[in-house]
């Protein structure tokens, strides 16, 4: 369901007419510049409509400065040919009058153009702030996004306990509907932004804000914590992968149900290693007695593309290294290495790895 | 015949008379000689030349930790440096550059040592205040240095944010050091705001109206006023949290109903106000030189005043714009976007006024002016990436990622560095007697110029590429490894630049030719002296005519008399119209001020560890200031207007 305000070629229209031109040409010189950007996490690759608008005033804005530079430029360069004096400590003019009654013409209008130039900006700067931070009661989906050190937790809320979704790095969203995330932080300041989608917006402990944004190109966009947030500031990463509404909604679907019943000898005793090691005394997998909330929820573990946030692929061999020695790979995260045999280790490894 | 003979023993006798008067000034105002007299020298001139050795020491170190992060950051997934070390690196680097090189080199070097002889006076208000600044301002240094070697550095950024910066996700004591630091500089940069603003408002030669000041002084007024403004916000905003992180106050602790954002709000209070307490003495130093090397009076000196003024009160009605992406509320939001960019008017008319200035004079395109012109390159560059940060929407994009860094290094090297090294070029002649040498300034200048532009232009785009600052390492598959080794390599240029520099100056100290009273044929009062200046300044203390002193000087400019050269005597101007009305006795030569500041520093750092250290180091504070107090038994010269002669 795409409202009026969702419609990229409308939204356009709601430009003032003055600067419409200039912007036309700005985001498409810009678009062919971002075609040398890497898809996915750039700020001028928007996919999302309220990354879109931003892409658009940033064009604006960046073509007024650069113009203003070279002009700028320019007549400290022309005022410098026109004046070179090449003798030793000529004598001081101290006073020109009759130059600097023209030149007072010169700085007065420039400071008349800067002045309007600056309102030009100001107005379009709330219009599409107004656009972007706009908060609907009516949204589609709802997000909570709680950040800690190093990692997001991201639930699903549901007045019914049992349709609420517990995950963690991965944000599903179904595109072209509006998509409300509510921020908090369990410990220190973090910061969500995904480039593409649209601007940052900090999680800070004690405060709970919301925002909203609509994406309308299916894919699997990068986010990272802008706000510095300690040691592994630099490994907290997420992806927000926008699906049509059929297909998120069956994700929705997988996501509700408990994990899945082990069902092979290998992947039972991985359940056990699990349940007797010092895994549950932080994650939760649902359907058993591990129910922690320290750390990541782990019931649809398999479904996510990547662990620890963001920093390496989910397969086999780097969940056996990240179980081993995070401290390795990840320097002061929160989760312990573990000193597991190779037979304990492969098993669990298959149990998680199972948990579609 | 009778009547010529008559002239030349008129003549003779006034030579007497100046050589007579010369030698007793010297006497009079001489530095204290020897290993302890070092310490006890409160004139303007040693501790103004003290502030910018120790702050280019600081530079060359902050310089060393950027060089040590360009190289972990030049190749993806490196681990040259741990996380750890590579935070601690990053918050001294940004602590040591704003707290320890700009402020204290822009403001307070520049300031102490200028101002007086700008001022066409002997010494600067408050002497032993000003030298007691300078202790406190190295003791503040050097708790944050020693911290970083014995790899128990601040680590929570140059702004550290709570709750990250507060006890639970900071133990130990280095957050505390930075806290500390800020405490030590802010106390140094306020006493000699207090300093600056008595000497320019009281110590002006007569004749130097307020609109005959130059703008230079001006400037430093100015800065004086918003430091002592905006410095209390910081200070407060420290102790709060050392006060959370020391005896358990819970101001910034959302757990116990405390307010991680008010951190913010205060720490930003102070921290917009200090970005133009950085750039302003950048454009003091670009609206001399730029007089002095075009020839003429510098165009539109009363919107640049204006302009001045007004970015000092605009500059704290700002702060929010470093909190966009906080989520506040938009209309709020809206009010401080246009407050940003009503700075653009300010800043806007300066550069159009030092056009029309370049355009109707007569252009001596000399070293100090190559840094000039780099200074409108690249300033100009960070200055017109701030409307687009000023834009709330287009903020929330950029803000904390890499262009964000190459912006506030652009406005802060373009504005204060690159006019720092203007400045130095066109003083170090009158500081040191001598010349500096054109063809390695010219190599210094090249080599930074294109450094720095490869260093920190390819940030913009690797900001809008999503990559955030602050991050140790990145993955290789993030297409920012070109950029950023570009980025490493150029930082390779402008450290060879300094080290021209810092060549050149010792080359030129060994060798270089001999300066002359005044080698540009400026107009200021400080060339009406010799190069290096005598210890009391001017022999004859100046009256003036004019915004440019020595070019409106007329044939026959009249000389103050009547000052006493047997005692530090200085002459009390009104502060509007600055004629004559008072003399006052300058506070002498002292090793209180010094052990005061070792008194104060000791319980700063003491505090860090136990806050009864306040009250038992409160003791020697008072017993010092008590010495520095002491009357002298000598009654101060009776209050006496003094009288002009031509």
């Not at chain 2, 996380?83 to 690196?89: G, L, W």
């Not at chain 2, 008399?561 to 008072?582: F, K, N, Y």
Request: overall charge neutral; glycine content about 8%; some cysteine.
């Amino acid at each position: 369901m795409i409202g009026q305000d969702e419609n990229p070629a409308r939204a356009l229209h709601k430009w003032p007419r003055f600067p419409k031109i200039a912007k036309r040409r700005a985001a498409g010189v810009l678009a062919n510049f971002s075609a040398v950007m890497p898809g996915g996490h750039s700020v001028l690759d928007g996919a999302a409509s309220q990354g879109r608008h931003i892409e658009r005033l940033f064009s604006v804005l960046f073509f007024v400065c650069l113009g203003v530079y070279f002009l700028t430029l320019l007549f400290f360069a022309i005022g410098g040919r026109r004046s070179y004096n090449p003798a030793e400590k000529p004598l001081p003019i101290v006073k020109t009058p009759e130059a600097d009654a023209v030149a007072k013409w010169w700085v007065g209008s420039a400071v008349g153009i800067t002045t309007v130039l600056v309102f030009v900006i100001l107005v379009l700067s709330i219009r599409t702030g107004m656009y972007v931070q706009d908060v609907s009661a009516q949204n589609s989906v709802t997000v909570k996004l709680t950040g800690h050190q190093w990692w997001w937790e991201v639930t699903y809320p549901d007045s019914r306990a049992d349709q609420t979704i517990f995950t963690a790095n991965e944000i599903h969203v179904p595109v072209g509907q509006r998509i409300a995330v509510l921020t908090n932080s369990a410990d220190v300041i973090h910061s969500f932004w995904a480039p593409s989608i649209t601007g940052k917006r900090d999680l800070i402990p004690g405060y709970s804000t919301a925002f909203s944004f609509t994406v309308d190109r299916p894919g699997t966009y990068r986010g990272q914590c802008a706000e510095f947030c300690g040691l592994q500031h630099a490994h907290m990463g997420f992806s927000v992968v926008a699906e049509s509404p059929e297909d998120f909604e069956a994700w929705r679907q997988s996501q509700l149900t408990a994990a899945k019943e082990p069902e092979s000898a290998l992947t039972r005793s991985g359940q056990g290693v699990f349940l007797t090691h010092a895994c549950v005394m932080c994650h939760a997998i649902s359907g058993t007695t591990a129910g922690s909330h320290v750390g990541p929820d782990l019931t649809h573990f398999a479904s996510r593309g990547e662990i620890a946030a963001g920093l390496l692929p989910n397969n086999p061999g780097s969940l056996a290294g990240w179980i081993l020695d995070p401290q390795r790979i990840k320097p002061g995260t929160t989760m312990p290495p573990n000193n597991l045999s190779g037979e304990d280790l492969e098993a669990l490894v298959t149990y998680l790895e199972s948990l579609k | 015949m009778i009547e010529t003979r008559e002239a030349q023993i008129v003549e003779e006798r006034a030579v007497r008379v100046r050589q007579g008067e010369r030698e007793r000034l010297a006497r009079t105002w001489a530095h204290p000689a020897g290993f302890w007299g070092w310490f006890t020298n409160v004139s303007h001139t040693a501790i103004g030349i003290r502030y910018m050795v120790t702050s280019f020491i600081f530079f060359l170190l902050g310089g060393v930790l950027a060089a040590l992060m360009r190289l972990q950051l030049a190749y993806p997934e490196q681990h040259l440096l741990g996380p750890d070390r590579y935070n601690q690196i990053f918050t001294v680097h940004g602590s040591t550059m704003i707290f320890l090189v700009v402020v204290p080199m822009m403001f307070q070097g520049f300031g102490v040592y200028l101002v007086p002889l700008m001022c066409g006076t002997r010494n600067i208000a408050f002497p032993r205040l000003n030298a007691f600044s300078y202790y406190v301002y190295v003791g503040g240094g050097l708790l944050l240095w020693i911290g970083l070697l014995l790899n128990i550095g601040a680590d929570a950024g140059w702004f550290a944010y709570p709750p990250l910066s507060g006890p639970q996700f900071s133990p130990g004591k280095r957050v505390d050091f930075w806290a500390q630091m800020i405490t030590f500089t802010e106390v140094s940069a306020m006493a000699v705001a207090v300093c600056l603003a008595t000497t320019i408002l009281r110590y002006r030669a007569p004749g130097m109206t307020l609109n005959r000041m130059p703008i230079f002084l001006w400037e430093k007024l100015v800065l004086s006023l918003m430091v002592m403004f905006a410095m209390p916000a910081v200070m407060v905003v420290s102790s709060m949290l050392l006060l959370d992180r020391l005896v358990g106050t819970q101001f910034f602790n959302p757990a116990e109903a405390g307010d991680a954002l008010l951190y913010q709000h205060l720490f930003w209070f102070f921290g917009h106000p200090e970005v133009y307490i950085l750039f302003l003495p950048g454009a003091a130093i670009v609206s001399t030189l730029l007089a002095a090397h075009c020839r003429r009076e510098i165009f539109g000196y009363t919107p640049i005043v204006v302009s001045v003024v007004a970015t000092g009160f605009l500059s704290f009605s700002v702060w929010v714009h470093h909190m966009f992406a906080t989520g506040l509320p938009q209309t709020s939001e809206s009010f401080f976007t246009a407050a940003t960019l009503m700075i653009v008017i300010p800043t806007g008319t300066q550069f159009f006024c030092w056009i029309a200035t370049i355009w109707n004079g007569r252009l001596q395109f000399q070293i100090p002016m190559l840094w000039v012109s780099g200074f409108v390159a690249t300033f100009l560059v960070g200055g017109l990436s701030g409307p687009i940060l000023a834009s709330v929407p287009v903020d929330t994009q950029v803000h904390d990622t890499y262009f964000v860094v190459a912006h506030f290094h652009y406005v802060i090297i373009g504005g204060s560095i690159f006019t720092m090294f203007a400045g130095l070029y066109h003083w170090i002649p009158k500081m040191g007697g001598f010349l500096m040498n054109e063809t390695l300034g010219k190599i210094h200048f090249w080599l930074f110029f294109v450094g720095f532009n490869m260093t920190f232009f390819p940030m913009h785009i690797l900001g809008l590429r999503g990559m955030p600052r602050r991050i140790y390492t990145y993955p290789p598959e993030m297409h920012w490894s070109g950029l950023n080794l570009l980025a490493s390599i150029g930082a390779i240029f402008m450290a060879a630049g300094v080290l021209v520099f810092v060549w050149n100056f010792l080359q030129s100290r060994w060798s270089g030719e001999r300066a002359g009273d005044n080698p540009w044929g400026a107009g200021g009062l400080e060339w009406a002296t010799t190069s290096p200046p005598p210890e009391y300044n001017f022999l004859e203390l100046p009256t003036v005519n004019g915004r440019e002193a020595l070019w409106d000087a007329a044939p026959n400019q009249p000389i103050v008399v009547g000052l006493r050269s047997d005692i530090q005597e200085l002459l009390v101007t009104h502060s509007l119209d600055a004629e004559p009305q008072l003399k006052e006795k300058s506070e002498g030569h002292s090793i209180w001020p010094f052990l005061a500041a070792i008194a104060v520093s000791l319980t700063f750092v003491g505090s860090i560890f136990n806050a009864w250290a306040v009250p038992i180091g409160a003791i020697p504070v008072i017993a010092t200031l008590v010495g520095w107090l002491w009357p002298r038994g000598s009654s101060p010269p009776a209050p006496e207007v003094v009288g002009k002669e031509a």
